[in-house]
């Protein structure tokens, strides 16, 4: 069932495209222009290549598009006449569920490494403490693959579920500070940081990058408290769509 | 008994689905489950499959009462899906494996016995192949195929032909044939009354949620054989016309289709002088008389044609 899955997930040739070359285009695109700029962290003052921020950015933000591949795997099983069939074998849904949440969330994985691999090893961006970063980079992954599947099953369309996922994908970029920069304000600087999981995701990155513990906890802790929340509310509803 | 089902109830909101519809199913049979759409048969295979809750009666598979959760039931079952329910982006040897999967197989079952169900569906040559790249027919066959992986000993098949050219049609009637001849007992749907001939020794004729009549083929026929069947075929018929015809007395039952009249009247024909006087003027092109069949057996009793409905 997991390879089924997993053979599956590597088959959408569509998705792997946008998530994978479209992050690394804009990372190489951004990086272009803005080629030598160091900017100063509004952490504490530890300057961090911008290429490496962008690396960050970009693989967070297109991991919340990457949770398409769970959520519309899921709907494309439990939200039609496919259903009927799965649910008339002896195999127990939830199983088929998490098989298809652990495989998108593989799958995702490798998708960040990529583009990971393209921005240090093509584009030569710093990326020191990479196993945290990757700890992080998979919390972030774990919660999204999550927060895709939630609203798909909460709202039960798959068209829903895609239209609020590339609206949060649009503006928590945006909020996070990685396309332009944002007012430093104490307001906006917590929005910057704090307001959406992707931007806890990056300043937890951005915390290990610059050996501040503290940071990266206040990043990690919030995101691995709402990682949970998202998991204790899929079970009721993976139960409403299986009963 | 291999399908038990007694007076059981299934309403969807203020719609009556099921409505004290009773049925049993031996061991070996094929019992072709006819009616037209929103008859109640995808419904009836739901609950006896545990999809749905019923909410009254009873029904028992294999002796075990259906409550949804016995997966001892799912496990015996095969379920032929009306929609196409394959995976387009696997190849039909992954499908075939995936379904066989879920029923608990080992690898090396998965192996030989996706071998074994190619060819029986006719299919071998292509088994490495996407399923996106196969004709409608191949997908409706692989579609079978998937139910057959784990060898049940009931296969409920809901509609299986729909849409697909007359060769692959009668591949698949002919392959439900070879599995009557093992043994295996088979639920089949469909409104093509053709198919339902073809293929099963009972049939149970169901409109709107319960049973209007089952038995053998000759036997339900024998419950029509009085009766006397005339097509007259006309150049432009009307709906009023078949209102007109529907309140002669004498006249049973009236249906229309392509401009052809339908016309039942017990007891023979003995009144074809007050049915051309009151279709006279739409230019009668032919008039035929016919031996009932099991459309006409739907018609007596539901006063419908099937193909209509559907």
Redesign the interface.
């Known amino acids: 069932?997991f390879k089924?899955n997993l053979?599956?997930s590597s088959?959408?040739i569509f998705a792997h495209l946008i998530l994978i070359a479209f992050p690394v285009l804009l990372i190489a695109f951004f990086n272009f222009i803005f080629k030598g700029t160091a900017i100063v962290s509004e952490i504490n003052g530890t300057p961090i290549p911008y290429l490496t921020v962008l690396t960050v950015g970009f693989a967070l933000t297109f991991q919340i598009y990457g949770s398409s591949l769970s959520f519309e795997t899921m709907g494309s099983d439990f939200f039609s006449?496919?259903r009927?069939?799965?649910?008339?074998?002896?195999?127990n849904p939830r199983s088929l569920i998490i098989s298809i949440l652990t495989t998108s969330m593989l799958v995702s994985f490798l998708q960040t490494i990529v583009v990971l691999l393209f921005a240090k090893f093509v584009l030569g961006a710093l990326l020191p403490s990479l196993p945290f970063v990757m700890a992080v980079m998979i919390l972030s992954i774990v919660f999204h693959q999550l927060l895709g599947s939630v609203i798909m099953l909460a709202s039960g369309s798959v068209k829903t579920a895609n239209i609020i996922v590339s609206t949060y994908g649009s503006i928590a970029p945006m909020l996070a500070g990685l396309y332009f920069p944002l007012p430093d304000t104490p307001v906006i600087l917590a929005v910057e940081k704090y307001l959406t999981p992707m931007a806890l995701g990056k300043t937890a990155i951005l915390g290990i990058l610059e050996n501040n513990t503290g940071q990266a906890l206040a990043g990690t802790l919030p995101l691995l408290a709402l990682t949970i929340g998202l998991f204790f509310l899929m079970r009721p509803m993976i139960g409403k769509v299986t009963s | 008994m291999i399908i038990h089902i007694e007076n059981v109830m299934k309403r969807f909101g203020n719609n009556l689905a099921l409505d004290t519809f009773s049925l049993d199913v031996k061991k070996g049979e094929v019992i072709g489950l006819l009616g037209p759409n929103g008859a109640g048969k995808t419904t009836c295979i739901r609950a006896i499959i545990g999809l749905i809750p019923i909410d009254d009666g009873e029904i028992s598979v294999f002796g075990i009462h259906q409550d949804g959760k016995n997966k001892e039931i799912k496990r015996r079952i095969g379920y032929v899906t009306q929609e196409l329910t394959i995976y387009e982006e696997m190849t039909a040897k992954e499908n075939l494996e995936f379904f066989g999967s879920l029923y608990g197989m080992t690898k090396e079952q998965l192996a030989t016995r996706s071998l074994e169900v190619a060819k029986i569906i006719g299919l071998e040559g292509r088994m490495r192949e996407k399923t996106k790249h196969f004709s409608g027919g191949m997908k409706r066959r692989l579609n079978i195929g998937c139910s057959l992986m784990h060898d049940p000993e009931l296969i409920i098949m809901d509609e299986p032909t729909v849409g697909i050219d007359p060769q692959s049609r009668n591949f698949i009637l002919e392959f439900v044939k070879q599995l009557a001849t093992k043994g295996t007992t088979i639920l089949y749907t469909s409104h093509y009354i053709e198919e339902v001939e073809a293929v099963a020794s009972n049939i149970c004729i169901m409109d709107q949620g319960h049973t209007i009549a089952s038995g053998t083929l000759p036997e339900l026929i024998a419950r029509i054989k009085g009766d006397a069947h005339m097509l007259i075929d006309v150049r432009i018929a009307s709906e009023e016309k078949l209102k007109a015809l529907r309140a002669i007395p004498e006249i049973k039952e009236v249906a229309l289709e392509n401009n052809q009249y339908h016309i039942i009247v017990p007891g023979g024909i003995t009144i074809i002088d007050k049915i051309i006087a009151e279709i006279a003027d739409q230019t009668i092109v032919n008039i035929n008389s016919k031996q009932p069949n099991l459309e006409d057996v739907f018609l007596t009793l539901t006063g419908k044609q099937l193909r209509d409905e559907a």
């Open positions: 069932m089924f053979i599956r088959r959408d006449p496919m009927d069939r799965l649910l008339a074998s002896p195999c």
